[in-house]
């Protein structure tokens, strides 16, 4: 089981980015996915998560209006579109998924790294001022 993201580079402030984390060995249409970042040093944090159904999204308050998650399950992929770019948005982002199917949780539990088992490898995102 594999989770490979990709789509990070170089941008400057206020431009976007699509980030792209495609999951192979097994589809993860019915589970809860999301999306963290780390800095060095520093913890990893959430960003944003989405249900398994698609219906639900959720954001730290840092990028929401900026950042939309999605999923496409015909093709096993989650994806991050990051717009408005700052450079504090400056981070390695990782994909993650839960590995229960078809659950719902209270909603301060999909911003919890616990709650996931698969992690993607990262991809660096760097935004120039």
């Known amino acids: 089981v594999q989770l490979q993201a990709s789509g990070g580079g170089v941008v400057q402030a206020g431009g976007s980015l699509r980030l792209s984390c495609a999951a192979s060995?097994?589809?993860?249409?019915?589970?809860?996915m999301g999306w963290f970042r780390q800095a060095p040093g520093k913890n990893r944090e959430f960003v944003a998560a989405?249900?398994?159904?698609?219906?639900?999204?959720f954001y730290a308050g840092s990028v929401k209006g900026r950042f939309t998650i999605s999923r496409d399950d015909a093709k096993n992929t989650l994806l991050l579109q990051m717009d408005s770019l700052n450079v504090e948005d400056t981070d390695v982002y990782y994909c993650?998924?839960?590995?229960?199917?078809?659950?719902?949780?209270?909603?301060?539990?999909?911003?919890?790294?616990?709650?996931?088992?698969?992690w993607g490898q990262g991809t660096l995102v760097t935004v120039s001022s």
């Open positions: 993650a998924a839960d590995r229960n199917a078809r659950r719902t949780y209270l909603e301060a539990n999909y911003s919890r790294l616990g709650m996931y088992e698969y």
């Open positions: 060995g097994r589809t993860f249409s019915d589970n809860v």
């Open positions: 989405i249900s398994w159904s698609g219906s639900m999204q």
